[in-house]
Protein backbone atom coordinates (compact mmCIF):
# COMPACT_ATOMS: atom_id res chain seq x y z
CA UNK A 1 0.00 0.00 0.00
CA UNK A 2 1.28 3.50 -0.90
CA UNK A 3 2.81 6.13 1.91
CA UNK A 4 -0.18 8.36 3.05
CA UNK A 5 1.86 11.49 3.03
CA UNK A 6 -0.55 14.54 5.18
CA UNK A 7 -1.08 16.89 2.88
CA UNK A 8 -3.40 19.39 4.65
CA UNK A 9 -0.77 19.60 7.65
CA UNK A 10 1.98 19.78 5.19
CA UNK A 11 -0.05 22.72 3.41
CA UNK A 12 -1.00 24.26 6.30
CA UNK A 13 2.56 24.70 7.85
CA UNK A 14 3.52 25.65 4.56
CA UNK A 15 1.09 28.39 4.56
CA UNK A 16 2.35 29.50 7.93
CA UNK A 17 6.01 29.44 7.16
CA UNK A 18 5.40 31.56 4.12
CA UNK A 19 3.51 34.10 5.64
CA UNK A 20 5.58 34.39 8.71
CA UNK A 21 8.39 32.32 8.63
CA UNK A 22 10.01 32.06 12.31
CA UNK A 23 7.96 34.54 13.99
CA UNK A 24 5.19 31.20 14.62
CA UNK A 25 8.49 30.00 16.75
CA UNK A 26 8.93 33.72 18.53
CA UNK A 27 5.43 34.55 18.76
CA UNK A 28 3.22 31.65 18.77
CA UNK A 29 4.97 28.07 20.59
CA UNK A 30 3.50 27.84 23.58
CA UNK A 31 7.07 25.69 24.11
CA UNK A 32 9.66 28.73 22.86
CA UNK A 33 7.86 30.39 25.90
CA UNK A 34 8.16 28.00 28.39
CA UNK A 35 12.19 27.92 27.60
CA UNK A 36 11.94 32.16 27.70
CA UNK A 37 10.29 31.57 31.32
CA UNK A 38 12.80 28.89 32.00
CA UNK A 39 15.70 31.77 30.86
CA UNK A 40 14.35 34.27 33.77
CA UNK A 41 15.51 32.45 36.38
CA UNK A 42 18.29 33.69 37.89
CA UNK A 43 21.26 30.95 36.77
CA UNK A 44 24.67 31.44 35.86
CA UNK A 45 24.50 32.06 31.81
CA UNK A 46 26.22 30.09 28.86
CA UNK A 47 26.86 31.49 26.10
CA UNK A 48 27.54 28.46 23.68
CA UNK A 49 30.81 29.09 21.78
CA UNK A 50 30.38 29.95 17.96
CA UNK A 51 32.35 26.32 16.91
CA UNK A 52 29.94 24.22 18.57
CA UNK A 53 26.86 26.36 18.56
CA UNK A 54 26.83 26.68 14.37
CA UNK A 55 27.26 23.58 13.73
CA UNK A 56 24.71 22.34 16.26
CA UNK A 57 22.09 24.20 14.75
CA UNK A 58 22.44 21.60 11.88
CA UNK A 59 20.64 19.55 14.00
CA UNK A 60 17.62 20.47 13.95
CA UNK A 61 17.67 19.87 9.94
CA UNK A 62 18.36 16.22 10.66
CA UNK A 63 15.71 15.66 13.18
CA UNK A 64 13.20 16.68 10.39
CA UNK A 65 14.74 14.95 7.61
CA UNK A 66 14.97 11.52 10.00
CA UNK A 67 12.19 11.55 12.37
CA UNK A 68 9.84 13.57 10.01
CA UNK A 69 10.57 12.66 6.27
CA UNK A 70 12.59 9.61 5.70
CA UNK A 71 11.50 7.18 8.71
CA UNK A 72 7.46 7.92 8.19
CA UNK A 73 8.26 6.94 4.58
CA UNK A 74 10.30 4.11 4.89
CA UNK A 75 9.24 2.70 7.86
CA UNK A 76 5.39 2.98 7.51
CA UNK A 77 3.47 -0.30 8.55
CA UNK A 78 1.37 -1.93 5.55
CA UNK A 79 -1.25 0.59 6.21
CA UNK A 80 0.75 2.97 4.77
CA UNK A 81 0.64 5.12 8.14
CA UNK A 82 3.51 5.35 10.30
CA UNK A 83 4.17 6.24 13.96
CA UNK A 84 4.81 9.82 14.45
CA UNK A 85 8.36 9.29 15.60
CA UNK A 86 9.74 12.46 16.99
CA UNK A 87 6.60 12.90 18.96
CA UNK A 88 6.57 9.62 20.36
CA UNK A 89 10.37 9.22 21.00
CA UNK A 90 11.78 12.96 21.57
CA UNK A 91 9.34 15.65 21.63
CA UNK A 92 9.33 17.87 25.29
CA UNK A 93 6.74 19.87 24.25
CA UNK A 94 4.10 16.68 24.04
CA UNK A 95 5.64 15.46 27.46
CA UNK A 96 4.94 18.66 28.81
CA UNK A 97 1.73 19.51 27.65
CA UNK A 98 0.40 16.20 26.77
CA UNK A 99 1.78 13.58 28.24
CA UNK A 100 2.06 14.49 31.78
CA UNK A 101 -1.14 15.93 32.23
CA UNK A 102 -2.67 12.74 30.83
CA UNK A 103 -1.01 11.21 33.65
CA UNK A 104 -1.77 13.06 36.47
CA UNK A 105 -5.35 12.68 35.41
CA UNK A 106 -5.73 9.40 34.85
CA UNK A 107 -4.44 6.21 37.03
CA UNK A 108 -4.73 3.64 34.33
CA UNK A 109 -2.68 5.46 32.01
CA UNK A 110 -0.18 6.16 35.07
CA UNK A 111 -0.31 2.44 35.36
CA UNK A 112 0.49 1.90 31.97
CA UNK A 113 3.40 4.20 31.81
CA UNK A 114 6.69 2.32 31.40
CA UNK A 115 10.79 3.25 29.99
CA UNK A 116 8.93 5.19 26.85
CA UNK A 117 7.58 7.65 29.11
CA UNK A 118 10.45 7.57 31.48
CA UNK A 119 13.01 8.12 28.31
CA UNK A 120 10.38 11.21 27.33
CA UNK A 121 10.68 12.70 30.98
CA UNK A 122 14.65 12.38 30.94
CA UNK A 123 14.66 14.15 27.60
CA UNK A 124 12.15 17.29 29.11
CA UNK A 125 14.23 17.45 31.78
CA UNK A 126 17.43 17.88 30.79
CA UNK A 127 15.75 20.31 28.10
CA UNK A 128 14.08 22.24 31.10
CA UNK A 129 17.73 22.26 32.83
CA UNK A 130 19.56 23.44 29.57
CA UNK A 131 17.03 26.30 29.12
CA UNK A 132 17.86 27.78 32.25
CA UNK A 133 21.59 28.27 31.18
CA UNK A 134 21.14 28.84 27.27
CA UNK A 135 18.45 30.73 25.87
CA UNK A 136 16.17 28.63 23.84
CA UNK A 137 18.20 25.46 23.38
CA UNK A 138 15.14 23.50 21.84
CA UNK A 139 14.36 26.09 19.20
CA UNK A 140 18.34 26.64 18.31
CA UNK A 141 19.27 22.53 18.04
CA UNK A 142 16.26 20.03 18.02
CA UNK A 143 12.67 21.50 16.96
CA UNK A 144 11.88 20.15 13.42
CA UNK A 145 9.51 22.48 13.36
CA UNK A 146 11.42 25.49 13.75
CA UNK A 147 13.88 23.83 10.72
CA UNK A 148 10.97 23.83 8.71
CA UNK A 149 9.73 27.39 9.63
CA UNK A 150 13.29 28.52 8.87
CA UNK A 151 13.47 27.00 5.41
CA UNK A 152 11.04 29.73 4.53
CA UNK A 153 12.19 32.52 6.32
CA UNK A 154 13.80 34.26 3.67
CA UNK A 155 10.82 34.07 1.62
CA UNK A 156 8.07 34.70 3.98
CA UNK A 157 6.14 37.88 3.89
CA UNK A 158 7.25 38.96 6.95
CA UNK A 159 10.79 40.18 6.92
CA UNK A 160 12.92 42.42 8.73
CA UNK A 161 15.17 45.65 7.57
CA UNK A 162 18.06 47.33 8.73
CA UNK A 163 18.58 50.85 7.46
CA UNK A 164 22.56 50.79 6.73
CA UNK A 165 22.28 54.64 6.94
CA UNK A 166 20.14 54.79 10.17
CA UNK A 167 22.46 51.75 12.29
CA UNK A 168 25.84 53.36 14.10
CA UNK A 169 27.24 49.80 14.29
CA UNK A 170 26.76 50.15 18.69
CA UNK A 171 25.64 45.96 18.87
CA UNK A 172 23.32 46.25 21.00
CA UNK A 173 20.69 44.60 18.64
CA UNK A 174 23.42 41.44 18.85
CA UNK A 175 23.94 41.56 22.67
CA UNK A 176 20.26 41.61 23.20
CA UNK A 177 19.16 38.50 20.38
CA UNK A 178 18.21 35.06 22.25
CA UNK A 179 19.13 33.17 19.10
CA UNK A 180 22.65 34.54 18.69
CA UNK A 181 21.83 36.19 15.01
CA UNK A 182 24.39 38.70 13.36
CA UNK A 183 21.82 40.89 12.95
CA UNK A 184 24.31 43.70 11.39
CA UNK A 185 25.28 40.86 9.46
CA UNK A 186 21.99 38.97 8.20
CA UNK A 187 19.30 40.02 10.05
CA UNK A 188 17.01 37.66 8.01
CA UNK A 189 18.96 34.63 9.36
CA UNK A 190 16.57 31.25 9.13
CA UNK A 191 17.65 31.27 13.16
CA UNK A 192 15.87 34.81 13.26
CA UNK A 193 12.57 33.91 15.83
CA UNK A 194 11.33 37.82 15.22
CA UNK A 195 11.16 38.30 18.68
CA UNK A 196 11.71 42.12 18.15
CA UNK A 197 13.94 42.09 20.96
CA UNK A 198 16.90 43.65 18.55
CA UNK A 199 14.12 46.17 17.37
CA UNK A 200 13.13 47.37 20.67
CA UNK A 201 16.76 47.76 22.18
CA UNK A 202 18.35 49.80 18.89
CA UNK A 203 18.83 53.26 19.84
CA UNK A 204 18.47 54.66 15.97
CA UNK A 205 15.44 52.93 14.77
CA UNK A 206 17.48 51.22 12.38
CA UNK A 207 15.47 48.24 12.30
CA UNK A 208 11.77 48.20 10.59
CA UNK A 209 9.20 45.41 10.35
CA UNK A 210 8.22 44.77 6.54
CA UNK A 211 5.44 42.91 5.54
CA UNK A 212 7.56 41.79 1.95
CA UNK A 213 11.12 41.17 1.46
CA UNK A 214 12.99 44.77 1.05
CA UNK A 215 14.68 45.01 -2.28
CA UNK A 216 18.59 45.48 -2.20
S1 LIG B 1 16.49 39.76 18.51
FE1 LIG B 1 16.03 40.29 16.39
S2 LIG B 1 17.43 38.99 15.16
FE2 LIG B 1 17.36 38.12 17.24
S3 LIG B 1 15.73 36.56 17.14
FE3 LIG B 1 14.77 38.47 17.90
S4 LIG B 1 13.97 39.49 16.02
FE4 LIG B 1 15.47 37.90 15.36
S1 LIG C 1 21.28 48.32 17.70
FE1 LIG C 1 20.69 49.49 15.88
S2 LIG C 1 22.32 51.01 15.64
FE2 LIG C 1 23.11 49.44 17.05
S3 LIG C 1 24.18 47.96 15.69
FE3 LIG C 1 22.09 47.22 15.91
S4 LIG C 1 20.97 48.07 14.16
FE4 LIG C 1 22.88 49.25 14.38
Not at 90 to 95: E, K, L
Not at 111 to 135: D, N, P, Q, R, T
Request: hydrophobic share 45%.
Amino acid sequence: MGRRIPFYVLGMLMLVGILIGRAACGLLCPFGLVQDLLHKIPAPKIKVPLKIDRPARYLKYLILLVTVILLPLFAADQTGIAPPYFCKYICPAGTLEGGIPLLLTNESLRAAAGALFSWKLLVLLVIVLASVCIHRPFCRYLCPLGAFYALFQRFSFYQLHLDADKCIDCKKCEHSCPMAVEVTKNINSPECIRCGKCKAVCPTGAISSKRVRSKK
